[in-house]
């Protein structure tokens, strides 16, 4: 590739890069798997934004804390300021939020917007839970060292100080997986220390997750989604840099991608893909399905005929409802059926 294209490229990646964007996740080889269905019997510090009953508290650049009640978070809960970062404590000692509310980790796509976040996140909130929102841009993808490893390390770092949180469940899409993984790579290092974060995790949705080789087309579609030239400009200059920064960038793809198959989190999956996804490749969504079904993980798959990425909700609302309540229900989390409306739909 020219140096003339990757001048013109680079400074456009990186001011995207100082706006909210979404998370990876990867995967890895093909293989044939069984379909089947679940049926149902830095910092910014504390800053606090309300809207009705709904609060958020952003963290982070990419981490924000929405939760159902106005509950002013204390003043020095950033990483920076507390001497235990991220922790939900009361100023005069004592756990902040005593009502022992599970937790849903929710990391978006690439570029998503905070109004379709927050549109999964209601789902969780009708239900009880707090939401930590996470993200990931694309200069932070590029980049894990300054960017994706900083984003996984502060997750852990809020799952490990805020033990209140005992069941969290993930909803990851698209590149999610990437941060995911190196959150994995650093639990891995020492699995006795970060074994209630483990265990604490109850349930994982996994929508339209991609591997590396999947990270150019998805960065160029979410970047430039009805710009041809630039969508391709794009796609090239990711598939240069992957091939080119091994150290920088593509080892630390590789390693989530192998983290991501090799899960040491055994809690039960649903996973969401289509088989006309041009990004999230359904081959590879279901070689990493089987993969975590040989290693006890109870495992759950919708897959559809067709279905945009990351739009399985958009395209398919009522059938993406359906699973997901009845993964909730088969984990033990439902506590309002009727907050969760859905009609009677036949399956695709």
């Excluded at 995911?180 to 650093?186: D, K, S, T």
């Excluded at 040989?294 to 395209?315: D, L």
Aim: charged fraction near 20%; proline fraction near 5%; hydrophobic fraction near 40%.
């Amino acid at each position: 590739m020219s140096r003339k294209i990757i001048k013109e490229i680079f400074p456009v990646l990186k001011t995207i890069g100082r706006g909210t964007g979404g998370p990876i996740t990867m995967l890895a080889p093909r293989s044939r798997f069984v379909k089947f269905t679940l049926q149902c019997s830095t910092t910014m510090g504390s800053m606090m934004i309300t809207a009705r009953n709904l609060s958020t508290h952003n963290l982070t650049k990419n981490l924000s804390l929405i939760t159902n009640t106005p509950r002013p978070l204390p003043a020095k809960v950033s990483k920076k300021e507390s001497s235990v970062p991220f922790a939900l404590i009361r100023p005069g000692g004592g756990v902040l939020l005593e009502d022992k509310r599970p937790l849903c980790v929710l990391m978006g796509w690439l570029m998503a917007k905070k109004k379709h976040i927050r549109k999964y996140a209601q789902f969780y909130l009708d239900q009880g839970f707090d939401v930590l929102s996470v993200s990931c841009n694309p200069y932070q993808l590029l980049f894990p060292e300054n960017g994706g490893k900083i984003i996984a390390k502060d997750l852990l770092t809020f799952l490990l100080n805020n033990p209140q949180y005992n069941q969290t469940t993930l909803h990851g899409f698209s590149i999610s997986g990437f941060v995911w993984g190196q959150v994995m790579a650093l639990m891995s290092e020492d699995q006795e220390k970060y074994h209630r974060v483990i265990n604490g995790i109850v349930g994982q949705i996994w929508d339209s997750p991609v591997d590396v080789e999947g990270i150019s087309q998805g960065m160029g579609t979410a970047l430039f989604p009805n710009n041809k030239f630039l969508k391709f400009a794009i796609e090239a200059y990711v598939s240069f840099h992957v091939n080119t920064f091994q150290e920088a960038a593509t080892q630390h793809y590789i390693q989530s991608s192998v983290l991501f198959h090799n899960s040491i989190v055994k809690a039960p999956a649903l996973f969401f893909c289509s088989e006309d996804d041009p990004v999230a490749f359904h081959y590879i969504v279901e070689r990493a399905a089987e993969r975590w079904e040989r290693n006890g993980v109870q495992v759950f798959m919708k897959t559809w005929k067709s279905s945009p990425h990351v739009s399985h909700m958009w395209r398919h609302p009522e059938e993406y409802k359906a699973e997901m309540k009845a993964f909730l229900d088969k984990i033990g989390l439902l506590r309002y059926p009727d907050k969760f409306h859905v009609k009677s739909v036949a399956s695709n």
